[in-house]
Every structure is written in C-alpha cells, then in structure tokens.
C-alpha cells in the first residue's frame, strides 16, 4: 500500500520542488521561531525554548512545514496550468496561514499596531496575545483544506500530463 498520494508524488519527484519546500519552510522556521522569542541573533546565535513554549513550538513547526509544501505544490500548479496570479489569490490560505501562526502581539509588530492604530490596536494585540494557540490551530487547519484543495486539482484535473 503506497501512503504518500499522488499529487505529492508528482510534485516532489522534481527536486527543485523539493528545493522550494525546504528553503520556505526554513525561512519560515526562523521568522516565526524570532516572532516567538525563541530564536536570538544577537549578540551570538541561540536558541531557546521554555516549558511553556512547547506547543506554540509545535505548531510553528507544523505550520513552517506545511507552508513549504503548500507553496512548493502551488507554484507547481500555477507552471503547469500556465496561470497568472490575480490580487484575489494573494489572500488565500497559505496568507492567512502565515498571518495568523506569528504572534503579533509577541513582537515588536505588536508594537507598530498599537503605534498605528491606538486604542484599536491594543485590543487586537490583546486578542491575538490571548488566543494565539487557538489562531494557529486554524491556521494549520486552513493550511491543511489548501493542500486538500491543490491535491484535488491535481488529481481530478487535467494538470496531469
């Protein structure tokens, strides 16, 4: 019994897809894991993560991961079926994914909210501080429906050659 599916098998047969998914994924890695204060740059590299950080950790993780499949299979569909990117994809899933696993609040983007938008912005920063295990619970939900969603155009499609 094969358990990797199909539309995976195809993508990532080529190794530039590969290649794609590893450095999204990396990047994403660092950006989130420095959004949460568990990675430091300076004054030398370290990383560190508390008790109380696992699951956030885990889930960035997840999602860091699942972000480089995602763009990888999309950038894979868009070649195949010579799309061209509309304003209205920009805020797909993997968008939505990558604004709602970082916590904003967390960092010095929770800083620029509430300089830009005041009182409004401390109530975001404050919602976004309280439920960001919950956001990136669905983050990586929406994530995963995306990549059921690419994996159904591959393969109910004629993406296929």
Known sequence: MNVIPFSFRIVFSNLSYIFIATVVAVVFWILFNT??????FSPVWTFY????????FILT??????LGILISMNIYVIKQANLKVSKSSLLSGT??????????SCSSIGFVIISTLGGTGIAISNFLEVY???????????????LYLVHNKLTKSCLIH
Request: proline residues 4%; glycine residues 4%; hydrophobic residues 55%.
């Open 61 to 66: 993780n997840t999602s860091s991961i699942l």
């Open 132 to 146: 960001a295990i919950p956001l990136r619970i669905i983050s990586i939900l929406i994530l995963l429906y995306a």
């Open 49 to 56: 993560l508390p008790d109380d950080a696992v699951l956030g």
């Open 95 to 104: 968008t939505l994914g990558i604004l709602s696993s970082t916590c904003a």
């Open 35 to 40: 959004f949460d204060k568990l990675l430091f």
